[in-house]
Structure formats: structure tokens, C-alpha cells
């Protein structure tokens, strides 16, 4: 089935615009929050965005074992969303994960599934040079994952204030 | 009237497209700079723009009543260029003013102009997470402005390396 | 001959992307490596880059003398790699040159080239404006390179998760 990356920048837009695509879709909503909350900013932010997605969707939880989660839930007739990889590759480094590994078992389950995935990305990249080692190393992973997930996936938008450019 | 948001990352060449836009225009160019000199460096800045623009636009400031300044300057045969939003998004911070009404009352004198109005923003969410809380509600606020005038802008370009996108 | 300007962000693949478009090309390859180990971190990218290019091509270093590197090479039947021209903008200004000067000597020899050259650029100003009066030069210094640059070649396209868009 139809795999959709939407990148975009912090406050761009890209999950209301993921979201309102996947609502276009006559079937059962999946949303897979990697967001965990580690202080009271990340809490805030994961109940503004539940609330706003409203009854139509389901949300599950899925901090690491993303392939898992879907393989789980794909379906004809279920669309899944997931929201969001950059933080799935935060929470990978924090519990030392393989993230090559990690991303190629996502890879697989994103081309195993019978039903449509959208999945929504940060492009962190296009600032200066950070400071610190681990800032530097998480923007290559996180770039990394975007670049191995956007050859995989059937199509990629980028999201600048709201309105998407077509990159595939 | 019809009314163009110029996005773009620093020394994007955004504000020079938007001057260059803005000059094909047979009429009065008003440039309503939102800036304030804080500092030299800024200063410097501002003295440079200023320069550069040369004496077929007259200048006013503007750095919190954008609105007001919008209102009492539309007209046909007379041009508002507005640089930039992002300034007034710290602004209207500095001044603890409410960001989000003050982004409709632009929105208002925007829809109720009976002349051009083009506006320049600057791409701020595209970089690593910053370290300090304030820079990171800055970001969600400039995203937020951005993405609510891209929604009521006529049309809206992305500026990379001085080459215009066209995202609407 | 044809000149084209890849922009893009840390990892979004852009010089991958610059290879790939380069190895399409029916002669020689020479590959101009503007980075400089200072470091180790910068010494392992730079070995794991050089790697990765395999044995078609060769590899000439040119931190600061872009122009005559370009001069001394380009001919037809040689397609000349600059990568990139964000490390030789901070290397400039290491050494302390006149950049402006730099660049145009850069556009020049670009312009005065027999074969086709493709040059790579970090696109750095879409984050927070940087805390330290150095980095902001250094963002604004790269930004004004990318533009003049931008502006003299022929083909420009940005690079986001390994993926272009046009821009020129």
C-alpha cells in the first residue's frame, strides 16, 4: 500500500497537515505517538495534540518497537499514522539502540503493510553546526533515518508554513 | 488586494526578492520595517537595509501596531512591504503582548487592503531543538505566525539561496 | 560549460546526491575537498567520504584556492566536484581573506571552466538565530556565498532527505 513521508521544521505545520490528509480516508484512524513524556514541556505538548486530533482516531503508544506497531495494526481499511520518526530516533539513542537496524525493520514493516502509512519527520539540519557532540550526532542519525525512509516510501512532501512542496 | 508572503532563512536573499518584487510595482513603495535597534549590530543592519533600498520607497516603523500601520497606509497605487514578521514576533514577546490576536488583527488589515501588501518572514524552525526555553517558545510562535498568514496569504514563496519556490 | 549548485542541510544527502549526479557523466572525475581535519571527528568524515567515493575518482584538496584549483583542472572531458563551499567559507575565514574577493574570484573561474563543475553548499540559516557573534558571521557569510554563487551558476536545486527540488 501507499506510504507517505511529510517532513517539515518545528511548527511548520506537518502534523496538522498529515492529519488532515489522513481524515480524507474512509477507514479506521491509527495515530502512533513516539513521544514520550519526559518532562512537563513534552506532557503538555502530547495532551494539546491528543485533544486536538479528536474521537475519530486511535492512539497508541509506540516509543521504540515502531515496526512492531505497525505489523500489529496494518490493515485494509485502517490507515495509520505515525508522529514522529525524529523522535523515535531520540528515544532509540537514549536506550542505545541499533538505529541502521531499527530503521531497516521499520523500512520492512512500512513495505509489508496492507493498508496506507503516513509518517511525519523533522529536518533538523538546516541550522548551524551545534555545539555539542551529542546534538551533532543525533542531527545524523535523525538525517540519516529521513533519507533511508524517503527512498523507501512512495511519497514525500516538505512542509514550509502549512503548504507542501512535493519532493516524490 | 492581493498579498505575498516571502519566507526564507537568514541571508536567504528573502527581503532583496521581496525589495525586487515589490519594485516592478508602478505606484508608491512604503517599507514598514518592524526592526528596532536593540544593539550596534542591529543597528548596523538597519542603517545597511536602509541604504540599500534607496529613494524611491519612504520608511516607516512599525514594531508592535502592524495592524495600524497597515490601515492607515493601503490604498490603490501604493505598495506596503513589510519586513519582517519574525522581528515583530519577538517584539510583540519583549512587550508581552497577546501574539495570537495580534496575528488576526494582521490578518484583518491584510484582507481589508485595497492595495498590495507583501510580507517577508524568516524560517526559523529548521535547526537542532534550542537549549533554552525561550528560544524554543520563540520558534513556536514565528512557526505559528508564519503558518496563519501563509493560510490567509494570496500567494506564498520559500527563498533559498536568493531562488524563489513557490509553495501557493 | 554547465555549472550547478546542490544545496542542502547536514545529511540531507546532498553530496551523495552531487556524486550520483556526477558519476553519470562520461569522463573524468576530480573531486575538490574543501574540508580540512582539524580534528578527529572531521578526519573520520573525511576518510569515511573518501571511501565511500570509490576508485573513479581522484581527490585534490583546495581549502582556500578554489579558483585556482577550478583553473588548473577543469577541461573537457573532466567534471569537476567542489565539496563544499560552506567549509571553505569558514576556512576563509581562519586564514582571515576577503571573502567578497573570494567569490568572485570562485565565479569567475566557474564561469571561465571548459567542463562541467558541480559544487556543493550547506544551507545554515533556517535555525534560531545563533548565540555567539561568530557563528552569526559565519551564517551570514555562508549565506551570501550560496546566493552570489546561486546566482552565477546555472542549475541550482535543494536537496532535502536525499530528494531535489529544482530551484533554477
Avoid at 65 to 85: N, W
Avoid at 90 to 101: C, K, Q, T
Avoid at 129 to 139: C, E, G, I, K, T
Wanted: net charge negative; charged share 25%.
Amino acid at each position: 500500500m501507499t506510504s507517505h513521508l511529510i517532513l517539515g521544521g518545528a511548527r511548520s505545520g506537518k502534523s496538522r497537515y498529515a492529519q488532515t490528509l489522513a481524515e480524507a480516508f474512509d477507514g479506521d484512524l491509527i495515530f502512533i505517538a513516539t513521544g514520550e513524556a519526559f518532562d512537563d514541556e513534552m506532557a503538555e505538548r502530547i495532551a494539546h495534540h491528543r485533544a486536538d486530533r479528536g474521537p475519530r482516531w486511535d492512539t497508541v503508544e509506540a516509543p521504540l518497537a515502531l515496526d512492531e506497531a505497525i505489523r500489529a495494526r496494518a490493515a485494509p481499511g485502517k490507515l495509520l499514522l505515525i508522529d514522529c520518526l525524529t523522535l523515535w530516533v531520540s528515544n532509540l539513542m537514549h536506550a542505545e539502540r541499533d538505529i541502521v537496524a531499527a530503521t531497516d525493520e521499520l523500512i520492512a514493516a512500512m513495505g509489508d503493510a496492507r493498508g496506507p502509512v503516513i509518517l511525519v519527520a523533522n529536518e533538523v539540519g538546516l541550522g548551524i553546526v551545534p555545539d555539542n557532540a551529542l546534538a551533532r550526532r543525533f542531527r545524523d542519525e535523525a538525517g540519516r533515518v529521513n533519507q533511508a525512509v524517503a527512498a523507501a516510501a512512495n511519497e514525500v512532501s516538505f512542509i514550509a508554513a502549512g503548504l507542501p512542496l512535493r519532493l516524490k
